[in-house]
Every structure is written in structure tokens, then in C-alpha cells.
């Protein structure tokens, strides 16, 4: 079974990359016959989670072997932070993924889905709230009230000391271009001769 593919995705960082690796990898082997005792469930899942694909990561986990699931805490450990995402436990996720010693070859890896996802659950914090307590914003972004109150402000929020309230600073919509009207005579022209 050659993983090398997918072991250069991890060494270049390419996490979002892995689970069309892995998907693929497994469905040849699988076809194969080949035992997928040694297959790297732990990251395969974790791949599935940092594209916040959870139904592709519940299936995943259905299918692999109970001895496999006993025989490696490390991929139970990324169920457990499955787990949060789907309950919305959103200080879970952070404490699961905090709380397990990860291995060197997945150690950057649950990095980069923590950082990955703290920045998802900023965007939307952003587009819901107008204002919103410093330990709402600490719940759900999984840290202390002070490093929650400067990752905001040094995105653009401000901060009332008084009542321990960020103001949200929304992005500014983006400018929809105008369309050149000769550009959609060709295409109503193009569409036209494809029906017809």
C-alpha cells in the first residue's frame, strides 16, 4: 500500500488536499483485497473534519474495523472532537483536540484544523452578532476571555471595557460588477444554439 502521496500532503501542509488522497487510496486498496489494518484511519478522519465534511467522517468511522478503532487511542481521540462538532460543543472541540497527546506525523496537522476552524467560527460570530460578550466570543472560539478579546480586536472589533461587550465590525459587502450587456447577448446566443 503506497501512502506516499499522502504523506507529502502532510509534510507540504496541504491538509485540505488528504481526504481526496485518502478516499481515493482506499477505495484502490479496498478493491484490491488488501488488508487496511495499517491504513492511517486517524488522519483519513481528521482530513474529513478540517473540510468540515461530517457526514463523509461518520461514514468513515462506521467502516473502520472495531480492532483497528481499540488499537489506536489516537483515532478515537479524533471521533471525541467529531463528536463536539456534530453537538456543537464548541469548547469540547478545543479541549478534546488540547487535551491528547497527538503523534509527530498528525501533532501540525490537528494545528492547523483548530486554527482552521477558530477562523470559521469567527467568520460566524462576525456575520450573526452586531455585539456579543467577551465570554460568548472565549466559549466559542475555545479561549481565555484576555487572548479571545485581542484576537477580536485585532480583527477590527472594538472593545467596551464597561460592560465586557466586543462590537463587531462586518465586512463590507462586496461590490457585485456590472454585467456588459453584449457579454450576455453571446451567452443567451451560446445557450440558445446548445437547446437548440
Not at 160 to 175: F, G, I, S
Request: glycine share 4%; proline share 3%; charged share 20%.
Amino acid at each position: 500500500m503506497d501512502l506516499s502521496a499522502v504523506h507529502a500532503a502532510l509534510s507540504a501542509k496541504s491538509y485540505s488536499a488528504i481526504a481526496g488522497l485518502c478516499d481515493d487510496l482506499l477505495l484502490q486498496v479496498a478493491s484490491r483485497g488488501v488488508a487496511t489494518d495499517d491504513w492511517p484511519y486517524a488522519v483519513h478522519l481528521l482530513a474529513h473534519l478540517y473540510l468540515n465534511d461530517q457526514n463523509s467522517a461518520r461514514f468513515l468511522w462506521k467502516t473502520v474495523p472495531q480492532e483497528v478503532k481499540d488499537a489506536h487511542p489516537e483515532l478515537g481521540a479524533i471521533w471525541k472532537i467529531g463528536q463536539c462538532l456534530w453537538n456543537r460543543d464548541y469548547a469540547g472541540i478545543y479541549t478534546s483536540a488540547q487535551g491528547f497527546e497527538w503523534g509527530p506525523e498528525i501533532a501540525d496537522f490537528v494545528s492547523a484544523f483548530l486554527e482552521s476552524y477558530r477562523k470559521r467560527i469567527f467568520e460566524l460570530l462576525t456575520s450573526a452578532y452586531t455585539t456579543i460578550s467577551i465570554a460568548d466570543v472565549a466559549h466559542f472560539m475555545g479561549m481565555s476571555e484576555e487572548d479571545a478579546t485581542n484576537y477580536a480586536v485585532q480583527n477590527g472589533w472594538s472593545l467596551d471595557v464597561a460592560t465586557k461587550m466586543l462590537t463587531v465590525r462586518k465586512q463590507k459587502p462586496q461590490t457585485n460588477q456590472k454585467l456588459d450587456p453584449n457579454k450576455l447577448q453571446r451567452l443567451t446566443e451560446c445557450v440558445f444554439h446548445l437547446e437548440h
